[in-house]
């Protein structure tokens, strides 16, 4: 398997947590979705072996893009 593909099997792991905290901040599931997916089209550009801790790096980095202002919303 190559690195991204190891990076994108353990974002899996991850979503349905990102989703869920999303959709309660968003208030809405397709907002949701688009935050979910922006945050792994960030993470595809980022240098395989970069990320120490992907949970953490995902609350750092994402986090904030859950915001209804940064959203869209």
């Known amino acids: 398997m190559t690195a ?3 990076l994108a099997e353990e974002f899996e792991t991850h979503r349905p ?3 869920a905290i999303a ?3 968003l208030g809405n ?9 922006d945050a792994w089209l960030r993470l595809a550009r980022q240098e395989p072996g ?3 801790s ?3 790096w995902l609350t ?6 859950t915001t209804p202002t940064s959203a869209g919303g």
């Open 4 to 6: 991204h593909g190891a």
């Open 17 to 19: 947590r990102l989703l």
């Open 23 to 25: 959709t309660r901040v």
């Open 29 to 37: 599931t397709a907002d949701a979705r688009d935050v979910v997916q």
């Open 50 to 52: 970069s990320i120490e």
């Open 54 to 56: 992907l949970g953490g």
């Open 60 to 65: 750092i980095r994402w986090s904030s893009r």
